[in-house]
């Protein structure tokens, strides 16, 4: 006898999407890529794990996408199908009717952006939708007081957005979301090596270098590091020592954007959240947070206490998930 499907909550981030199954837990956690036939895009190759493995790897008749930009669908068909596959692997087919899903969204999403991607859920398979903040589900998921009366402040750090909040009794009170995460870093990061050092490296090696070696600020003990690439000035191939100095200040403009966008939610916060935040602190959350000192950067900037969350990139995921399990909460 089949059973009613489970409800669903879904961390739809720009570089990996997560899948949480009420009474299951997390059951997905796989890249944000989908590869197709470039000549009929209806014929899905591969999808997650195995769509990151071929990027890179697959002939000329296949096409890999990344159907999310900036923390919005850029590829609504895409986005549709990748989901589709996400959800079948999640709980199978063997229900009746269909599920509830719940999914993150970037902050401050547009009516139409917002009709899209619950369009593109339906279609996946949703009976009904609920779209929930970023910030918010990171919240729970780091265990803040959401639904008290104190001022909250989060800060998700993904690859294609950062998301700022203040959240009080249970919504948000301030927000914005800005296009600057991990991905423009990696951007930053490559663009620099190819100015400053003529030698062009691909989006995989700068994020390396980004995690290894990258700051918010200057190391105490610089450090270096050779990175290969492509000589821009005879096109054969090359290697570079790239120092930490250069990776400090190669990130520094995504950097400022982020404390600017702080400055923004905080200038509008009401005092007396201020006064909470200030007590309790900022928290980061997402795997951009994760860059070397970004947390006592904010914290200096800003004069501001500031904790990093314990595994920032699974802390929406883990806030979807209790969300799922009490979806009285979101349910109207
Ligand atoms: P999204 O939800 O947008 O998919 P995630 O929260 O999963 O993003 O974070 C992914 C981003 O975190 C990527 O840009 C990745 O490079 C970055 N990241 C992960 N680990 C680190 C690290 N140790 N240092 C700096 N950035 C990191
Ligand atoms: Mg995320």
Request: hydrophobic letters at 40%; one cysteine or more.
């Amino acid at each position: 006898m089949p059973l009613s499907a489970p409800d669903i909550g879904i961390d739809l981030g720009t570089s990996n999407t997560s899948v949480y199954v009420r009474n299951r837990g997390i059951v997905i956690s796989e890249p944000t890529m989908v590869v197709v036939d470039r000549d009929n895009r209806q014929t899905v190759r591969a999808v997650g794990d195995e769509a990151r493995f071929l990027y890179g790897r697959s002939p000329e008749s296949l096409l890999a996408v990344s159907p999310l930009r900036n923390g919005q669908v850029a590829d609504f068909d895409m986005t549709e199908l990748m989901l589709k596959y996400f959800v079948r692997k999640a709980i199978g087919v063997n229900f009746i009717g269909r599920p509830r899903i719940l999914v993150s969204v970037p902050c401050g999403l547009d009516d139409v952006k917002r009709k899209a991607l619950t369009e593109a859920v339906r279609l996946a398979g949703a009976k009904h939708v609920f779209l929930i903040e970023k910030p918010f589900a990171g919240a729970i998921g780091t265990g803040l007081p959401v639904y008290d009366p104190l001022g909250s402040m989060v800060v998700d750090i993904g690859a294609g957005t950062t998301d700022v909040a203040v959240i009080s009794l249970g919504g948000l009170v301030v927000s914005q979301s800005i296009p600057v995460g991990g991905d423009r870093m990696d951007e930053t990061l490559m663009n620099y090596m190819k100015r400053e050092c003529n030698i062009i490296v691909g989006k995989q090696t700068s994020e390396n270098v980004k995690k290894d070696l990258a700051s918010a600020v200057p190391l105490e003990n610089p450090r270096n590091i050779l990175v290969r690439g492509i000589n821009q000035l005879n096109t054969s191939a090359g290697t570079i020592r790239f120092n930490s100095l250069q990776a400090y200040e190669a990130v520094r403009e995504p950097c400022e954007a982020i404390i600017k966008a702080i400055r923004w939610v905080l200038e509008r916060t009401p005092p007396e959240l201020c006064a909470d935040i200030m007590r309790s602190g900022l928290h980061l959350t997402g795997g951009g947070s994760l860059l070397f000192a970004l947390d006592r950067f904010i914290s200096e900037r800003l004069n501001i206490p500031v904790l990093l969350a314990r595994d920032p990139q699974d802390c929406c995921i883990l806030g979807m998930g209790y969300l799922t399990e009490n979806i009285q909460l979101v349910t109207p």
